[in-house]
């Protein structure tokens, strides 16, 4: 636990660039209770007001958490949602750092993932590479993936791209903690095409056989096999099918497991998502978001 603490700390100082005045609040789920636990003695150690508040398990990721929950993320300088499911994409943490706070979403983090993988990242080289990609996306118009004899295609026009890298400095700055990604969200009705999904999908995990995804003016129409099944019963039949996210993974030292907060940061894949994008500048409010990973894919931009 000692060791563990010692992570904690680092991760407090250096990625979120903790002050002595600052008050931390840890939202948590009973799945992810034993990580809160890490980080609400490291932030006590470190000298620092610290509140942690569980939840009920959200049942997706995407969906809001309660209103109690919400409110405490806008008064807080720093926040880390340490949940099963993600938070990234919820109102609730765009009005928290709307507020200021510095928010870090860790869903699905394990203790494991404190010890090796993504997190042991150079994180330096992590801001240099994300910046990078992120300007890609922001000097093009539009995006074309290919993986084998599939490919998709959209457009970026106006859309500005986000730079997670994982350090959080500035008031309203978020992302995930560990990271490594520059991503954009599409114009919601161009996407079109065929894509292979062979690495992972979030709330399902590593993918047994690729699932080819159809998507027509945007919308996701057809997953095949049974993980494309679970797929489009985690989306719905509503705007959780409208295509959220394309983003690049920027950490040479995050690993596939089935985890999609370290697999969608693994240097060399690229994901495409599904459903809410709002917080990052789209137009959709599914209530969810899910994301699908592709391992070394072609990308033209």
């Known amino acids: ?22 008050e931390i609040l840890i939202v948590t789920d009973a799945e992810s209770r034993k990580v809160a636990d890490v980080f609400y003695h490291s932030g006590m150690l470190l000298g620092n007001e610290t509140l942690l508040l569980e ?16 409110t405490a993320m806008k008064s807080a300088e720093v926040v880390l949602c340490i949940t099963h499911h993600s938070l990234t994409h919820t ?10 706070a510095r928010v870090a979403t860790m869903p699905g983090i ?15 080289e992590v801001e240099k590479l994300t910046d990078h990609y992120c300007g890609l996306l922001n000097d093009g118009e539009q995006v074309t993936i290919k993986k084998e004899d599939t490919s998709l295609t959209f457009s ?20 995930n903690l560990p990271s490594g990604e520059s991503y954009i969200a599409p114009i919601e009705d161009s996407a079109n095409g065929t894509m292979l999904i062979d690495g992972a999908i979030a709330g399902i995990g590593l993918v047994r056989e690729p699932v080819l995804l159809t998507i027509e003016n945007g919308r996701l129409v057809d997953a095949t096999g049974e993980e494309g099944k679970k797929l489009l019963e985690l989306l719905g039949d509503g705007d959780g099918r409208i295509i959220a996210e394309f983003g690049i993974g920027t950490n040479k030292n995050a ?47």
């Open 1 to 22: 636990m000692d060791e563990l603490i010692e992570v904690g700390k680092s991760i407090l100082k250096y990625n979120l660039n903790i002050k002595e005045d600052e």
């Open 55 to 70: 939840m009920p398990t959200r049942s997706k990721s995407g969906e809001e958490p309660p209103r109690t929950v919400a």
């Open 91 to 100: 109102n609730a943490r765009k009005e928290a750092s709307a507020q200021g």
């Open 110 to 124: 394990t203790i494991d993932m404190l010890h090796y993988g993504a997190i042991t990242a150079d994180y330096a």
């Open 156 to 175: 970026i026009k106006g859309r500005k791209a986000i730079a997670s890298t994982g350090v959080f400095r500035e008031q309203g700055q978020s992302g």
């Open 255 to 301: 690993r596939l497991t089935g985890n999609v907060l370290e697999d969608e940061k693994v240097y060399g894949t690229a994901h495409i998502a599904f459903g809410s994008n709002k917080s990052f500048g789209g137009t959709t409010e599914a209530g969810v978001h899910i994301d699908c990973v592709i391992k070394n894919p072609i990308i033209e931009i």
